[in-house]
């Protein structure tokens, strides 16, 4: 789902960035910075899950 988000945003970017500018923030410019296969994910269950509630919400 990082993977997906992080790609939509790239795309997003191109296409249109004047209309998604205002819509991020400069936590998701941390959050999707890297592919998702460059950094690891939260330690411990509660964390990853917190993480992907995240993820899910920005996407």
């Known amino acids: 789902m990082v993977e997906a988000v992080r790609a939509a945003l790239n795309a997003l970017a191109a296409a249109a960035p004047s ?3 205002p819509l ?3 936590q998701w ?4 910075d890297q ?3 460059s ?19 920005d996407g």
């Open 19 to 21: 209309w998604l500018a």
């Open 29 to 32: 410019c941390e959050r999707y």
């Open 35 to 37: 592919r998702a296969d």
């Open 39 to 57: 950094y690891r994910l939260p330690k411990g269950e509660q964390a990853r899950v917190e993480h992907a509630a995240v993820v899910g919400q």
């Open 24 to 26: 991020i923030s400069g």
